[in-house]
């Protein structure tokens, strides 16, 4: 069993966004700049914002946190996003998910400029991908294609089955895997909670893809042996033995799942920050599509 280690690459790519930065600099060109916008005091979204602000400060991206109260009424973040759009200064940003019930998050998804859609969310940007036109893929799903990529994972042929189909992670990368391109060409078994026989599905599968947020859901019956298996979810778990009173749990069941896979993501340290790469990236390429 080899480990895919998320944390790892994601440094690897940091490091390289980082020198991208550095030759911008030389050139006397603008540095990218990625605004973000948190709603409220969830733990997790509070801690994946800050991991994001801390990615910028280690490449030398410009960073911007604004924070509102959980009743921010969505006319004031409608508002902001459009001020957001019309910031010259700002290449991209993203408004951190999820918001407060009373806030319709497809309308301040839709409010956003696609050209700085860097999170890859807005129906633009998810129509490109469809027909595969440059644009900004969903951070998720595009950190666990280049984690293939950069691992050498073979995926032309492969069975791939996806638990989960959310519009940020299942959906999204169901298209990217079935696309003609490389990491791609697979064979793509979308399910959900309706699926029949999720099991016997599962088990067919050269690559296990658990987008869910069900701490264990995947056991070792459910899993080939020889599989990749990449664990998306991240589900606070209460553990009182701990000082900070919790641990992140993924979808799989890790110590019994890894002795049968040929590579396996550990949570933490795995899909997590290559999510947070793709987001560098994407903030790159906002600004270099304007032409700056
Ligand atoms: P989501 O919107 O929470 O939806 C969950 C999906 O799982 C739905 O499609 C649901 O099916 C399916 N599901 C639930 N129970 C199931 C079952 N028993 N059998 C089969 N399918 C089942 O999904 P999400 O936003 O993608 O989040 C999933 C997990 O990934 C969460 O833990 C989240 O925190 C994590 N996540 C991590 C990252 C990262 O960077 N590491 C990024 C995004 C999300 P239905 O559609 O039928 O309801």
């Known amino acids: 069993m080899h480990l895919l280690d998320g944390k790892a690459t994601s440094e690897e790519i940091k490091r390289e966004l980082a020198l991208a930065v550095q030759e911008r600099k030389r050139n006397g060109k603008k540095i990218p700049h990625l605004a973000a916008i948190l709603v409220g005091n969830d733990g997790g979204s509070l801690t994946y914002v800050n991991a994001k602000v801390k990615a910028c400060e280690q490449i030398g991206f410009e960073s911007t946190l604004i924070k509102y ?13 459009q001020t957001l759009n019309d910031d010259k200064s700002v290449d991209g940003f993203i408004v951190q998910l999820p918001l407060p019930k009373h806030i319709d998050e497809l309308k301040i ?8 859609d860097v999170d890859g969310f807005h ?17 998720t799903p595009a950190g666990i294609v280049e984690l293939l990529k950069r691992n050498n994972i073979e995926t032309e042929g492969k069975n791939c089955v996806i638990i989960g189909r959310s519009n940020i992670v299942g959906q999204p990368l169901s298209i990217l895997l079935a696309q003609n391109t490389n990491p791609g060409n697979c064979t793509v078994t979308l399910t959900h909670s309706k699926t029949k026989n999720l099991k016997g599905i599962c088990k067919a599968a050269d690559i296990l893809v658990a987008a869910i947020g069900r701490p264990g859901f995947v056991t070792e019956d459910m899993v080939k042996e020889g599989a990749v ?30 002795p049968k896979c040929s590579y396996i993501t550990p949570v933490p340290g795995g899909v997590g920050p ?19």
Do not use: C, H
């Not at 109260?69 to 996003?81: C, M, R, T």
């Not at 664990?231 to 979808?251: C, F, K, N, P, Q």
């Open 69 to 81: 109260d959980e009743s921010v009424p969505e006319e004031i973040l409608l508002a902001k996003v």
């Open 109 to 116: 998804t839709q409010a956003i400029d696609p050209r700085k």
């Open 123 to 139: 129906p633009v940007n998810l129509g490109n991908m469809i027909l595969n036109i440059s644009g900004f893929l969903p951070a």
């Open 229 to 258: 298996v990449i664990d998306v979810g991240t589900t606070r778990v209460i553990d009182d033995s701990r000082a900070r009173g919790w641990y992140l749990s993924g979808d799989v069941d890790f110590e019994k799942v890894a």
């Open 274 to 292: 290559m999510t947070i790469a793709s987001l560098m990236i994407n903030t790159l390429k906002a600004m270099e599509l304007k032409g700056k």
